[in-house]
């Protein structure tokens, strides 16, 4: 590819969030393995909350480890992630200083999470667009998303414009692909989510693997979605394998507690996060990454249907040829097999990876 040219990836990546922490850690890879990269360490408004002091929550929450609150143990576990796993810029205060420090790369690069979404976001965030760059910089997107989101009139004079100073616009889902093209006259390339595009086992190469580990469990994991969905999708599942536990990642906690059976993996961070999955004998889960996870590490799942946000799970598993995987009522889940057939799963996966990278070496090359 010649000398290597600095890329600036600008992605969602300072929330306590694992897949957009963890796809930001394997675009970051990908891009590594091509060329000389780093993150830009951007954080929009409300991602980047002050802290209050709240004694009556201090007190709720869970403690260990000498006293130390579990939210405080995960917040370091996701900040410890990002530091010793990705290169990050400094720290970029503003748009303004964005402007004022984009002179040292060769290629911009808009990568992926709903980054392009007003819908999560509120509002559209002009840097990940890339707008605080000129045309003359090289811009390009992978596995960007808008969700479902539709953008007002305004908003989509707003977008079209930023897109056309892009040389390639890759997207994450049907949908994306589908509303650009009609709404905004853009066309795109529907591409695998960054995490997708690692193996399992690279993947274990960042955890720490140790001995006699348990194994014997169903892991639920739904960040605030369809949590009673969920419970009684792993019951189920829990009864028909003859799984020890029912281990619980992400989302409220009032529904998951040990006086009610269940393990709550409250202190996780992404290394913690990978390693649940890995082990587990079954997953039920209402998140796309939970999914893309799941896939990953050949776990037989189910999909409990996010029916606000169903795009994601749709392209994915529509594309695996498993989307019976997807359920939305709790009697369905006798209409499918518990067991899944990975070895044409994979199959479809190693052609999508291919295919994807194969336009991000295409769109740093031309």
Request: glycine share 4%.
């Amino acid at each position: 590819m010649g000398e290597a040219k600095k890329i600036g990836l600008i992605t969602n990546h300072r929330v306590q969030n694992y897949g957009a922490v963890l796809q930001t850690y394997a675009l970051y890879k990908i891009l590594n393995e091509l060329e000389n990269v780093e993150v830009l360490d951007y954080s929009p408004d409300f991602s980047v909350k002050p802290i209050k002091f709240d004694l009556f929550n201090l007190l709720r929450q869970k403690t260990t480890m000498f006293f130390k609150p579990s939210s405080e143990i995960r917040k370091e576990r996701f900040s410890n992630f990002l530091l010793d796993n990705i290169k990050l810029s400094d720290k970029h205060s503003s748009y303004e200083h964005l402007v004022s420090k984009i002179g040292e790369y060769a290629i911009l690069v808009s990568g992926s999470d709903q980054i392009w979404s007003p819908k999560v976001w509120g509002k559209l965030y002009p840097a990940f667009f890339l707008a605080f760059a000129s045309e003359d910089y090289k811009k390009i997107s992978y596995a960007s998303s808008l969700g479902n989101g539709v953008y007002s009139n305004n908003e989509k004079s707003l977008v079209k414009e930023w897109l056309a100073k892009y040389s390639h616009i890759g997207v994450r889902e049907h949908y994306a692909e589908n509303y650009l093209r009609k709404e905004l006259g853009v066309e795109s390339q529907v591409v695998l989510d960054p995490t997708l595009l690692l193996s399992a086992h690279q993947y274990r190469k960042i955890i720490e693997v140790k001995d006699k580990q348990d194994s014997d469990y169903v892991l639920v994991y739904t960040p605030n979605q369809n949590p009673k969905e969920c419970i009684d999708f792993a019951k189920l599942i829990q009864k028909k394998i003859g799984a020890k536990e029912i281990r619980y990642i992400g989302g409220s906690s009032k529904y998951f507690n040990k006086k009610n059976g269940y393990i709550q993996e409250s202190i996780a961070g992404p290394k913690e996060f990978i390693s649940l999955f890995d082990r587990a004998r079954f997953v039920v889960t209402s998140s796309f990454h939970g999914t893309a996870f799941s896939v990953i590490f050949n776990r037989n799942f189910v999909n409990i249907l996010n029916k606000r946000e169903p795009e994601r799970a749709k392209t994915l598993l529509g594309d695996l040829g498993i989307i019976e995987r997807i359920l939305d009522q709790i009697d369905n889940i006798d209409n499918i097999e518990l067991e899944i057939d990975y070895q044409t799963v994979n199959q479809k996966l190693e052609k999508l990876k291919l295919k994807s990278l194969d336009y991000l070496r295409n769109a740093l090359d031309n």
